[in-house]
């Protein structure tokens, strides 16, 4: 991890606990199409999520985010700088995330991230980065990976970054190892049971139809 890592494009996971946050994330995400394309890709700005993060839950990301990122090159003071703006423009709905699923520094990452999140009193929870249900799909995802990247599975230059841990796991699984601060994470588990979100059975708007052509 270099320092050319900071400048990368980096992950925050945004769930929708309310109606407020789902509209609030579909604005995000349409100014993101209209204003944020780099390299052909949509991006959100970080300085547009403090005026647009009513109901919304925010999670760092492990180590895809910025702090987690941060961590990694031992930038602890950029990584609690980090912290403190998300958990400021999140109040109590910002979480650091931990993961254990084999990908590389990761348990240095966790270690660090429990440190951060007991200078600063900020919840964690535990989540996985699931790409798959069980852990016997991941040969069929894996050869699914090279055929995107255009490589063979001998080819030494495909990319390795995901494992069989990368399954949907028990959550008792994703607790174990993890005795350092086990009642935090434990609580904070599921942060998902919070939402409250209803939707109009048809929330697209209506169309405007003509030449008897039906939707």
């Given at each position: 991890?270099?320092?050319?890592?900071?400048?990368?494009?980096?992950?925050l996971i945004l769930l929708c606990m309310n109606n407020a946050g789902y509209a609030n994330l579909s604005?995000?995400?349409?100014?993101?199409?209209?204003?944020?394309?780099?390299?052909?890709?949509?991006?959100?700005?970080?300085?547009?999520?403090?005026?647009?993060?009513?109901?919304?839950?925010?999670?760092?990301?492990?180590?895809?985010?910025?702090?987690?990122?941060?961590?990694l090159r031992r930038d602890h003071a950029q990584a609690e700088l980090l912290a403190k703006r998300y958990?400021?423009?999140?109040?109590?709905?910002?979480?650091?995330?931990?993961?254990?699923?084999?990908?590389?520094?990761?348990?240095?990452?966790?270690?660090?991230?429990?440190?951060?999140?007991?200078?600063?009193?900020?919840?964690?929870?535990?989540?996985?980065?699931?790409?798959?249900?069980?852990?016997?799909?991941?040969?069929?995802?894996?050869?699914?990976?090279?055929?995107?990247?255009?490589?063979?599975?001998?080819?030494?230059?495909?990319?390795?970054?995901?494992?069989?841990?990368?399954?949907?796991?028990?959550?008792?699984?994703?607790?174990?190892?993890?005795?350092?601060?086990?009642?935090?994470?434990?609580?904070?588990?599921?942060?998902?049971?919070?939402?409250?979100?209803?939707?109009?059975?048809?929330?697209?708007?209506?169309?405007?139809?003509?030449?008897?052509?039906?939707?």
């Amino acid at each position: 991890h270099d320092e050319s890592d900071a400048d990368r494009r980096a992950s925050l996971i945004l769930l929708c606990m309310n109606n407020a946050g789902y509209a609030n994330l579909s604005r995000l995400l349409s100014r993101a199409y209209l204003e944020g394309h780099q390299q052909g890709r949509p991006q959100i700005a970080a300085e547009w999520l403090q005026q647009a993060s009513d109901g919304l839950i925010a999670l760092s990301a492990a180590g895809q985010g910025e702090i987690g990122r941060a961590l990694l090159r031992r930038d602890h003071a950029q990584a609690e700088l980090l912290a403190k703006r998300y958990a400021d423009w999140f109040p109590e709905r910002f979480y650091l995330e931990l993961q254990r699923n084999g990908e590389k520094d990761q348990e240095s990452l966790l270690q660090a991230t429990l440190g951060l999140a007991e200078k600063l009193d900020l919840p964690v929870v535990a989540t996985n980065n699931a790409h798959f249900l069980d852990a016997a799909d991941f040969a069929a995802f894996d050869a699914r990976q090279c055929i995107s990247a255009g490589l063979t599975l001998d080819d030494p230059r495909r990319p390795r970054r995901f494992t069989a841990a990368h399954c949907l796991p028990d959550p008792e699984d994703g607790l174990r190892g993890s005795e350092r601060s086990p009642a935090r994470i434990r609580c904070l588990l599921s942060p998902c049971v919070l939402p409250n979100l209803e939707r109009d059975a048809r929330p697209l708007p209506a169309l405007l139809l003509h030449d008897a052509r039906s939707e």
